[in-house]
């Protein structure tokens, strides 16, 4: 059972949008930073967004996050078939004294 | 650009130990400038992180897993380790290790590619 509450998965056509939620608490997202992470099979995970919204050098303004009290989202536009991959988020827990994950949402590019 | 890749045995016993070694290269596992992670993912499961070690010496491990994770760093190779005693097929996982910046501790922005370790017997 995961710390941080994603959906399962999500669906859009090529070229639309989709936006990931993430549901915490005060320990974690509430009063932590959030990041998001994208794993495709075989490959290194890669940072997506860190401190709620800031993108690291690479990744394109297609990505974006956002938090509003313990909820955090990811959103992507212009949604491509090289998208589909499972989308992690994270923070740290100040009670766990950890850093906590989402269970991952996977993500199909109908 | 940081670049780091887990090694290790693919197949370990239930009751023995798995252990991993992370080889970094583009950055020192003594620079100040580093915390090094072990994370984990289970077959349908989420990722769980394990814990990290600091060039000072502090290491810190998720509490579900304290008294059977030992991780170590070796300056000479440049090399971290994972030891996790007494494993259980719960054990089972993609095993990752990953950077983060000291401005930004909790968030990993290198990553390995991951080995998988399954336990059975």
């Known amino acids: 059972q995961s710390v941080l509450t994603q959906p399962p998965s999500v669906s859009a056509a090529p070229g639309q949008k989709v936006i990931i939620s993430c549901s915490g608490s005060n320990s974690n997202i509430g009063n932590n930073y959030v990041s998001w992470y994208q794993l495709l099979p075989g490959t290194a995970p890669k940072l997506l967004i860190y401190d709620n919204s800031n993108r690291p050098s690479g990744i394109p303004d297609r990505f974006s996050g956002s938090k509003s009290g313990t909820s955090a989202t990811l959103g992507i536009t212009g949604l491509q078939t090289g998208d589909e991959a499972d989308y992690y988020c994270g923070a740290w827990d100040s009670n766990l004294i950890a850093v906590v994950f989402g269970g991952g949402t996977k993500l199909t590019v109908l | 650009q940081v670049q780091l890749q887990e090694s290790g045995p693919g197949l370990v016993k239930p009751s023995q130990t798995l252990s991993l070694t992370c080889t970094v290269s583009g950055g020192s596992i003594s620079s100040s400038s580093y915390y090094w992670s072990w994370i984990r993912q289970s077959a349908g499961e989420g990722l769980e992180w394990i814990g990290r070690?600091?060039?000072?010496?502090?290491?810190i491990y998720t509490a579900s897993l304290k008294g059977r994770v030992t991780i170590v760093a070796d300056m000479s190779t440049n090399q971290l380790s994972l030891r996790l005693t007494s494993v259980t097929a719960a054990d089972t996982a993609v095993y990752y290790c990953a950077s983060s910046v000291v401005r930004g501790p909790y968030y990993f922005d290198n990553w390995g590619q991951g080995t998988l370790v399954t336990v059975s017997s």
């Open positions: 070690f600091y060039t000072t010496g502090h290491i």
